[in-house]
């Protein structure tokens, strides 16, 4: 019993040795992609902080449970995110964690969608993403297997997207006489000659 009970204290350990390396790796990443993409002044940049809950019983038998939130931080103060932010910061956090979610968890991950991005941006904050976006499509780029989704209504988020070298077209989702749904291609220099 003791060899088990060693074991699982050492597995323990090694769990959460992993698991602080990889917050540690989101946070650089999700520090990157802030810095990069909000306009505001009143965040310098967003984390996710970790606290921890020790179970009961013995070294073997505790049962550790982690909570997560998000801190804004400017300058030497740190404040949760949930309850003194706006909408959009809100937003664009959620967009961001999930960004550095898959850039590092997911790097050999074929697909990557998002659905409305720019749902309560302001103008600034869409453009940056937008050059974002295709920072990390050109990251990507070479990888061969890296398909961005994007849905949206916004299509001048879309022709800022087509902006980049790596984006020549995208679908539009039309209705016919049926009220049958059909893709069109189309290029994104039809939206940047008014062709929408």
């Excluded at 309560?120 to 920072?135: G, H, I, R, T, Y």
């Amino acid at each position: 019993q003791k060899d088990l009970d060693n074991y699982i204290v050492a597995y323990r350990r090694a769990v959460m040795r992993c698991h602080a390396d990889k917050m540690e790796k989101i946070n650089r990443c999700l520090r990157d992609l802030w810095v990069t993409v909000y306009r505001g002044g009143d965040i310098d940049y967003i984390e996710i902080r970790t606290d921890e809950d020790d179970g009961e019983g013995g070294a073997a038998k505790k049962r550790k449970t982690v909570n997560y939130r998000v801190v804004m931080q400017k300058g030497d103060v740190s404040v949760d995110m949930r309850q003194h932010s706006s909408a959009g910061q809100r937003v664009l956090a959620a967009l961001l964690i999930r960004l550095a979610l898959a850039e590092v968890f997911c790097n050999n991950c074929g697909i990557i969608t998002l659905d409305e991005p720019t749902t309560n941006l302001d103008k600034e904050n869409v453009q940056s993403l937008a050059m974002a976006l295709s920072s990390f499509i050109k990251q990507r780029h070479g990888s061969g297997n890296f398909q961005l989704i994007v849905i949206t209504h916004d299509e001048d988020f879309v022709e800022l997207l087509g902006r980049s070298e790596f984006i020549d077209y995208y679908f539009k989702v039309q209705r016919d006489s049926n009220n049958h749904s059909f893709l069109t291609r189309k290029s994104v220099l039809d939206l940047t000659h008014g062709n929408k």
